[in-house]
């Protein structure tokens, strides 16, 4: 089931090699702000207990849990811009907010359809500390951990916004979600070269 999620978050967000660089990191900021470790604590715990219920496979339920427990966790604006690279100083505002909607969208699509068929009951997730960049940039480390396979790891890379952190990116073992983005949308990046 562990290799469940890992799909699950690979397929979501995509795979590719990572970007992140782990031995440059500040001290936490001090500025009031909730606890990026317990946002993803709470996420993954929300995730874990909807994936045992037998009624998880209902759209209206998923789609439910989906947008009120799982979007509002990611900042797809930033998200986006990620993605779009070194191409997005050749896009517009209107050029943005057209890729951002594709890649909700995409997201959203991978999101109900492997989220349908996941159980988590075998995986124990450990969540470390969190590791900062700079005051406004965490990655957030997680080990799946299942009965018969060697543990998984998920990174995720989370900016502050207002007084809240947000998912930019979401590493699986080292491939990157925001990188695997860009080269699925590589054709409609392309043209704002």
């Known amino acids: 089931m562990k290799s469940h999620l890992t799909l699950l978050f690979l397929t979501l967000l995509g795979i590719t090699s990572t970007t992140h660089a782990f031995n440059n990191y500040h001290s936490q900021p001090n500025q009031p702000q909730d606890n990026p470790v317990q946002t993803i604590q709470n996420t993954l715990d929300k995730l874990q ?13 998923l789609r439910r849990f989906i947008e009120n427990e799982i979007i509002p966790h990611f900042a797809f604006d930033q998200m986006t811009y990620w993605i779009a690279g070194p191409y997005a100083r050749h896009m517009n505002t209107s050029n ?18 492997h989220l349908s068929s996941y159980n988590a009951s075998s ?17 957030v ?53």
């Open 49 to 61: 207990k909807f994936s045992e219920n037998k009624d998880n496979t209902r759209p209206e339920l």
């Open 96 to 113: 943005m907010a057209e890729l951002e909607s594709r890649v909700k969208k995409t997201f959203l699509s991978s999101l109900d359809k």
């Open 123 to 139: 995986t124990r997730m450990n969540i470390r500390s969190a590791q900062y960049r700079g005051p406004n940039d965490v990655t």
């Open 141 to 193: 480390s997680t080990l799946l951990l299942g009965s018969n396979q060697r543990p998984d790891r998920l990174d995720f890379r989370m900016q502050a916004q207002g007084d809240h952190w947000k998912i930019i990116d979401v590493t699986a073992n080292g491939l990157s979600a925001a990188l695997y983005y860009r080269r699925h949308f590589i054709s409609t990046l392309r043209q704002y070269r």
